[in-house]
């Protein structure tokens, strides 16, 4: 697929996905969030996606980390798979500089995973395409500030959406954060490597992972109080 042809087929794939709409789950693309959104906030997501999507296709980015579902801290604000505010201008230097967008109103908000996912791909230092199994914000009925776990009817409602990525980036690599996200792709028939999430205790094990499939030199936490330190920064 050339990059006309794959950019064409990245706009498509975008805007199929505005299109959806499911009970209990935001569609940041799609969606307005009554609380922290401006009337905007929506077709900037979209916009923050679009960018970030071409210019992996631009790059040649040739690998893809695949997390389970977007947060409520996160994705829901940004449109970018594992990144929260406070990592905008981060995911804006991996991918060239594009311009992304701040979308929200009121002070950042940060995400503790995306802390320590941001650590270890700036220190990877090339471009890295985010996603998620299922790639909107699923939520409890009447609660949309809460995360659940997406059900097997949404993934198998969404599973078109990684299907088409794939085929778009053509990825030599697909990794995916935790266990949950793991077994999601093993149901949707793709092969992947799987990251210990570092959330939960798991955060040590992560780096490790990250370190030995990126070649990295060894840079984890010498002592629990550093340990400490990173999982709240």
């Known amino acids: 697929m050339n990059d006309f042809i794959a950019s064409t087929a990245a706009d498509n794939f975008v805007a199929k996905l505005s299109e959806v709409r499911l009970p209990n789950v935001f569609n940041p693309y799609h969606d307005i969030c009554d609380i922290y959104d401006n009337s905007d ?81 700036m220190r990877i230092n090339q471009p890295v395409f985010l996603w998620n199994a299922f790639p909107l914000h699923p939520h409890e009925a009447d609660n949309p500030m809460t995360n659940r776990c997406h059900t097997s009817a949404e993934r198998n409602v969404m599973s078109w959406a990684l299907h088409d990525l794939i085929e778009i980036l053509r990825p030599d690599q697909v990794f995916t954060i935790g266990g949950d996200a793991r077994k999601c792709l093993d149901s949707m028939e793709i092969e992947s490597v799987a990251f210990r999430h570092p959330s939960y205790g798991g955060q040590t094990q992560f780096i490790k992972e990250v370190e030995r499939a990126y070649a990295l030199e060894n840079d984890c936490p010498k002592s629990m109080s550093e340990q400490h330190q990173m999982s709240f920064l």
Do not use: C, F
């Open 41 to 121: 906030s929506n077709l900037k997501r979209k916009s923050n996606l679009s960018v970030s999507l071409n210019a992996a296709i631009e790059l040649n980015v040739r690998t893809i980390w695949v997390a389970r579902d977007l947060g409520y801290r996160g994705g829901r604000r940004t449109g970018l798979a594992l990144t929260d505010e406070a990592h905008i201008q981060e995911h804006s230097r991996l991918l060239g500089g594009v311009k992304l967008h701040h979308t929200t109103r009121g002070p950042l908000v940060k995400e503790r995973t995306s802390t320590v996912i941001w650590r270890m791909l």
